[in-house]
């Protein structure tokens, strides 16, 4: 199991930025797709984008051009850069872990950071 700690959420105003981090356990970081999903009140959890490991990333339509995910093999550790942040950015945001080795698959979650964009 893959133990993933997020940090960077908080409190910001429409327009404003704010960089998610989220930092991994063990050692398939490497090998892993990296993602960062949300959840707003009464909503489910949608994707916000993803990074493999090959660095290929998916954006969602709502972010596409105002989010940036990156990672960082040798901390392991995966960002969300967010910029131009809107009220319906609020949300919890949630880091994936994703990786296949050999026959064992590992899909893990961290425990969720709170972003709210104020109007």
């Known amino acids: 199991q893959v133990q993933l700690v997020e940090s960077g959420g908080g409190l910001v105003q429409a327009g404003g930025s704010l960089r998610l981090s989220c930092q991994a356990s063990g050692t398939i970081f490497r090998i892993s797709t990296m993602g960062w999903y949300r959840q707003a009140r009464g909503n489910e959890r949608e994707l916000v984008a993803n990074i493999t490991s090959g660095d290929s990333t998916n954006y969602a339509p709502s972010v596409k051009g105002r989010f940036t995910i990156s990672r960082d093999n040798a901390k392991n550790t995966v960002y969300l850069q967010m910029t131009s942040l809107k009220p319906e950015d609020t949300a919890v945001y949630y880091c994936?872990?994703?990786?296949?080795?050999?026959?064992?698959?590992?899909?893990?979650w961290g425990q969720g950071t709170q972003v709210t964009v104020s109007s």
């Open positions: 994936n872990s994703n990786a296949r080795l050999g026959a064992a698959m590992f899909n893990d």
